[in-house]
């Protein structure tokens, strides 16, 4: 099996898998800004993806292209032969591995036993794992430290270690802790010792609150850890992969959008619908710190497709 993780420089960086945001589109503009060691697509619902019915709604979510490696698609859902089925095709449609979401807290993913619920339904968790291997790309799990009290870590993070997985990411909070609390750091030696004692060769991605690459190289210093990701952190700090930060003028952010507005009608395919409204959640991440950025945002945010946003940045 050919493992890019082991290639990895460590410690390295990862662009969090986040819903509607992180499509081929926005990848593209955040690699144009500074590339993270690793890309992961938006999760992807295997049941979705398994049903000829349904395999359209995944198109856009699983468009890549071979600039973007390596990529990682993530899926959730909770049929073990789904994952079966989906990490045999997802390996033929070249993604360079396969992660399982075991975190998601949203109320709908959690009600049909997916996502963070697994926690709760560890034997599950454990077939789901093993029948993703299926199509022989490494496997990497992210999740949280537990359900509802950060003390239940210790099990669950135990329990996924024993599963021969290539990368484990955890978000440093429980599922009902959401966002509301900060990152559990005091965690992460107990999780990097446990990780040496029974799963030497499984690589950890610490994940919550990183605000930039120096944040995140801070901490893998501190602690050990092969890898860090960031969510959050991009949508206030479109460089927030820099290496060595600098100050952006007005017209390097004004650029990304543009990059942005134009990579989004190149990938505006019959097969990718991509609509424009959604665009708009991203024009705070370029349009501001500026003179005059929340005028213009605000004009922007009257636009009703890329031309007329064009035409506003242009004034
Ligand atoms: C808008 C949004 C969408 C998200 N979608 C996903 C997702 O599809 N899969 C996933 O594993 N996590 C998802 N997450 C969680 C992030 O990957 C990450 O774990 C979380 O934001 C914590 O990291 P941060 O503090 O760096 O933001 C999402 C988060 C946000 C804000």
Same mark, same amino acid.
């Given at each position: 099996?050919?493992?890019?993780?082991?290639?990895?420089? *460590?410690?390295?960086?990862?662009?969090?898998?986040?819903?509607?945001?992180?499509?081929?589109?926005?990848? *593209?503009?955040?690699?144009?800004?500074?590339?993270?060691?690793?890309?992961?697509?938006?999760?992807?619902?295997?049941?979705?993806?398994?049903?000829?019915?349904?395999?359209?709604?995944?198109?856009?979510?699983?468009?890549?292209?071979?600039?973007?490696?390596?990529?990682?698609?993530?899926?959730?859902?909770?049929?073990?032969?789904?994952?079966?089925?989906?990490?045999?095709?997802?390996?033929?449609?070249?993604?360079?591995?396969?992660?399982?979401?075991?975190?998601?807290?949203?109320?709908?993913?959690?009600?049909?036993?997916?996502?963070?619920?697994?926690?709760?339904?560890? =034997?599950?968790?454990?077939?789901?794992?093993?029948?993703?291997?299926?199509?022989?790309?490494?496997?990497?799990?992210?999740?949280?430290?537990?359900?509802?009290?950060?003390?239940?870590?210790?099990?669950?993070?135990?329990?996924?270690?024993?599963?021969?997985?290539?990368?484990?990411?955890?978000?440093?909070?429980?599922?009902?802790?959401?966002?509301?609390?900060?990152?559990?750091?005091?965690?992460?030696?107990?999780?990097?010792?446990?990780?040496?004692?029974?799963?030497?060769?499984?690589?950890?991605?610490?994940?919550?609150?990183?605000?930039?690459?120096?944040?995140?190289? *801070?901490?893998?210093?501190?602690?050990?850890?092969?890898?860090?990701?960031?969510?959050?952190?991009?949508?206030?700090?479109?460089?927030?992969?820099?290496?060595?930060?600098?100050?952006?003028?007005?017209?390097?952010?004004? =650029?990304?959008?543009?990059?942005?507005?134009?990579?989004?009608?190149?990938?505006?395919?019959?097969?990718?619908?991509?609509?424009?409204?959604?665009?708009?959640?991203?024009?705070?991440?370029?349009?501001?710190?500026?003179?005059?950025?929340?005028?213009?945002?605000?004009?922007?945010?009257?636009? *009703?497709?890329?031309?007329?946003?064009?035409?506003?940045?242009?004034?």
């Amino acid at each position: 099996m050919n493992n890019f993780w082991h290639d990895l420089p *460590k410690p390295f960086s990862a662009l969090a898998p986040m819903e509607a945001v992180t499509d081929i589109v926005f990848r *593209k503009t955040v690699a144009s800004a500074t590339r993270p060691d690793v890309f992961f697509t938006e999760f992807v619902n295997v049941t979705s993806f398994c049903n000829p019915k349904g395999r359209h709604s995944t198109n856009g979510r699983l468009e890549f292209n071979k600039t973007e490696q390596p990529i990682v698609a993530q899926i959730w859902g909770n049929k073990p032969s789904e994952f079966e089925q989906t990490s045999i095709e997802l390996a033929k449609m070249g993604f360079a591995g396969i992660d399982i979401n075991m975190g998601c807290p949203d109320k709908a993913v959690v009600k049909q036993g997916s996502g963070s619920a697994l926690i709760r339904t560890p =034997d599950l968790a454990c077939q789901i794992i093993a029948s993703a291997k299926a199509g022989g790309l490494p496997i990497s799990v992210k999740t949280r430290i537990g359900d509802i009290k950060p003390s239940e870590w210790h099990d669950w993070i135990k329990l996924l270690l024993q599963q021969d997985i290539t990368n484990l990411t955890v978000h440093l909070r429980t599922r009902k802790e959401m966002t509301k609390v900060p990152a559990h750091y005091e965690l992460i030696p107990e999780i990097i010792a446990l990780r040496n004692e029974i799963a030497p060769s499984t690589l950890i991605t610490i994940n919550g609150d990183i605000a930039n690459y120096q944040d995140g190289i *801070k901490l893998a210093k501190k602690y050990g850890f092969e890898g860090f990701m960031i969510g959050r952190g991009i949508f206030t700090n479109p460089f927030a992969f820099e290496k060595m930060p600098k100050t952006h003028s007005k017209e390097e952010l004004i =650029d990304l959008l543009k990059l942005q507005l134009d990579l989004h009608d190149e990938h505006n395919t019959d097969q990718t619908p991509r609509k424009f409204n959604p665009l708009k959640r991203y024009f705070k991440i370029y349009i501001r710190d500026f003179s005059g950025a929340s005028e213009l945002r605000d004009k922007l945010m009257h636009a *009703k497709n890329t031309n007329e946003a064009r035409m506003i940045i242009k004034q």
